[in-house]
């Protein structure tokens, strides 16, 4: 068994110890052991997926697969902010791709990434969410915002800037 990764704070190894033992027994438990790593870290990362796999006698692999298989897995830290684009057929069709570059630029995720520098925000493409008929749609922070048009986005990055996104300091 190969040793605990160096780079985790003796904290995360008590919470990744903690999930190992709730889970010993489980071994088909791969995805609520991925599920618990990204509630705790917001994210996955690869040292706790290499921590509880080894921990367990769970191939690394498995663990891998799975995460690589379900788009709810992280492998990167996210932002803050969540903005989920559609960018399905009729989103498309009515503008979605200029409001994705508004709202890159605006909340200024670099050039072929996700995620602002400052983990403020992330944007993310998705297909269609199943709301058609107010594309083009945009959720932000879970909440659907339908009939998008740029003046809207950009009011809408507006109050995402100033609802705190530094924790209000
Ligand atoms: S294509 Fe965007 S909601 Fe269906």
Known sequence: MQKACKHLKDADLEKLEAICVRHRKGKGA?????????????????????????????????????????????????????????SGTACHVKGSEKLISILGRELGIPEGQDTSPDLNFTLEKVNCVGACSIAPVIIINNVVHGKMNGNKVAKEVIKLKGAGSDDGK
């Open 30 to 86: 791969v995805i609520p052991i991925l599920q618990e790593i990204q509630d705790i870290f917001g994210y996955i990362p690869e040292d706790c997926v290499n921590f509880v796999a080894d921990r367990l006698e769970i191939a690394r692999s498995h663990f891998y697969g799975v995460a690589t298989f379900y788009s709810q897995f992280h492998f990167t830290p996210r932002g803050k902010n969540i903005v989920t684009a559609c």
